[in-house]
């Protein structure tokens, strides 16, 4: 086994912000190396060591994202894919499917966050392809969610909301295990205990308010609130966004409701000189109306 290959040296790495992880990733590559030398890769404690230094790439990658040093949370998660992909293999075939959908689906991540969105929409396909193919793949509705957050920028609001639509259809029949990928936590303020079925709500709302569903769109903000109070608690700092979020939203659209009922009962003045004129047409065509005032005119 190999170490895998780092698109800048060591040296340059470790001049990064570095809270040990990337001191702990290197001693676990060579611990990982040693296991392979002396037992093969069939072995079940070198299998667990290639499972926990992969989840080490993704997590410490994840922590170099939320300081935006994308180079080095690129670097680790690209070491993470060569880790999968190498011709040496490790773990059943699922094991791998699952690992590399966590790497495409931080990747993803990364580039969304760069504003690279066409890239990042094309890992996170690859992500929810491979999650299809497997039947160890614990976090779908998160890859459905980071669609939908990548097509909602790109302004596909009606291919984003079946993404959240088909995230919450996983939710509600327990297809999930944990809580989020580390990657989709920072597109909710970095914050590292959040409610997915909450964050799924919201996107939801999102959506809807997009394509202007408004009622839909409530409903889904304050179900959003209500899950949030009831798995992260009222004084979350998250439920606080939320709620705050649903008021704005409600008065918004609220407002946007009552300009368009105006709107619809608005007469312009042309039709009301129309209107105005109607009992001396009548009068001229013998009694025989002309349809409406915009019949009228088109008559005209």
């Given at each position: ?53 992969n989840t080490e790439y993704n997590v410490s990658a994840m922590k170099f994202l939320q300081t935006e040093d994308y180079e080095t ?228």
């Amino acid at each position: 086994l190999t170490t895998p290959s780092r698109s800048r040296s060591e040296a340059t790495i470790n001049m990064s912000r570095d809270d040990g992880a990337l001191d702990s990733i290197t001693f676990s590559e060579k611990s990982l190396a040693q296991r392979v030398k002396a037992f093969g890769t069939n072995d079940a404690e070198t299998v667990r060591k290639w499972k926990q230094l992969n989840t080490e790439y993704n997590v410490s990658a994840m922590k170099f994202l939320q300081t935006e040093d994308y180079e080095t949370a690129l670097d680790l998660l690209n070491r993470a894919k060569q880790l999968i992909t190498a011709d040496v293999k490790f773990g059943e075939q699922d094991d791998r499917r699952k690992l590399l959908a966590i790497t495409y689906n931080n990747m993803s991540c990364i580039y969304k966050r760069r504003g690279l969105l066409k890239t990042a929409l094309s890992l996170a396909k690859k992500a929810l392809q491979l999650e299809t193919e497997s039947t160890k793949a614990d976090n779908p509705a998160c890859t459905h969610l980071n669609l939908c957050a990548i097509l909602s920028r790109l302004d596909k609001h009606q291919f984003a909301l079946q993404h959240c639509q088909c995230a919450l259809e996983l939710l509600e029949r327990g297809d999930h295990h944990g809580n989020m990928t580390p990657g989709l936590l920072n597109d909710y303020q970095d914050e590292p205990e959040s409610s997915i079925l909450a964050v799924c709500y919201h996107n939801m709302a999102v959506e809807h308010e997009h394509l202007k569903h408004h009622d839909e769109a409530i409903q889904c903000y304050y179900r959003s609130v209500e899950v949030a109070q009831a798995e992260l608690g009222p004084d979350h700092m998250v439920t606080a966004a939320f709620e705050k979020r649903a008021r704005e939203a409600e008065a918004n659209l609220i407002a946007k409701g009552k300009a368009s009922a105006r709107g619809k009962a608005k007469v312009s003045d042309y039709d009301k000189k129309l209107l105005n004129a109607a009992p001396s047409l009548r009068r001229v065509t013998g009694g025989h109306g002309t349809g409406t005032p915009r019949q009228a005119r088109a008559a005209r």
